[in-house]
């Protein structure tokens, strides 16, 4: 099974306009840690925004918010105010205790294009 | 801001060559890492290294491969004889702790492509 499931392998957004990343994600651990990711073109890994799994509060970082909801063990990523420098690929992923927080457990990504 | 800095950016060589890709973690960082990216899919964990030693590896990461820490500052990953299948790009990564919290730092990638 998958450890991190991002079923929307490329989206599109107006300029200006909020979108969601969907991430869902499978861990028997009670202790773990979501992050998201940013990939431009030039292929680096930029870290958006860390999620606790104790965590009671969804995370804020600047325009970008996570929508943790444990139940349904989802971590979606919303973006506000899409700029054009947003386009990218963007990876969910996932440290889990079991793996003694050694690796870092990707999605697939999602690429997002943002129109002008 | 200290950041995760990997040498060469790109490599080319021809199938059955040796090459070493370098790293050089942040400098307080204690755990350090390598993935692997093939071109058009996900980012895969290699291994993880702490205190000298590997602590994690994949079942990617076989005897072809092997990392090392000559000195207080590099964090090298070797591949004896590439094959054309080692074509991807590889990240670097340290973090300070093991703590699920800590994010893991990521260099800007080798892209190696092996002819």
């Known amino acids: 099974a998958q450890k991190i499931t991002q079923t929307q392998p490329g989206m599109f957004v107006q300029e200006k306009e909020a979108v969601t990343l969907d991430c869902t994600y499978d861990?028997?651990?009670?202790?773990?840690?979501l992050f998201w990711y940013k990939q431009p073109s030039s292929g680096e890994m930029i870290f958006l925004i860390y999620?606790?799994?104790?965590?009671?509060q969804n995370a804020t970082e600047g325009r970008y918010s996570l929508n943790f909801q444990k139940a349904r063990k989802s971590a979606n990523l919303v973006i506000s105010a899409s700029q054009l420098g947003d386009s990218a690929m963007y990876f969910c992923?996932?440290?889990?205790?079991?793996?003694?927080?050694?690796?870092?457990?990707f999605g697939t990504g999602t690429k997002l294009q943002v129109i002008p | 801001e200290p950041e995760v800095t990997q040498t060469p950016s790109h490599q080319v060589t021809q199938m059955g060559q040796e090459v070493i890709l370098r790293c050089v973690p942040i400098?307080?960082?204690?755990?350090f890492y390598w993935y692997r990216q093939i071109l058009g899919q996900k980012v895969e964990f290699l291994v993880s290294?702490?205190?000298?030693?590997?602590?994690?590896k994949s079942e990617i990461f076989d005897d072809q491969f092997s990392v090392e820490r000559p000195d207080g500052s590099n964090f090298t990953l070797k591949i004896r004889s590439t094959k054309l299948e080692d074509s991807a790009m590889y990240f670097c990564?340290?973090?300070?702790?093991?703590?699920?919290?800590?994010?893991?730092?990521f260099g800007p990638g080798t892209r190696l492509t092996v002819l």
């Open positions: 861990t028997s651990d009670p202790s773990y840690g």
């Open positions: 290294f702490y205190n000298n030693e590997i602590s994690e």
């Open positions: 992923a996932m440290r889990e205790n079991s793996g003694g927080y050694q690796k870092v457990t």
């Open positions: 990564a340290s973090s300070e702790e093991q703590l699920v919290s800590h994010e893991q730092f």
């Open positions: 999620q606790g799994s104790y965590d009671q």
């Open positions: 400098s307080n960082h204690l755990y």
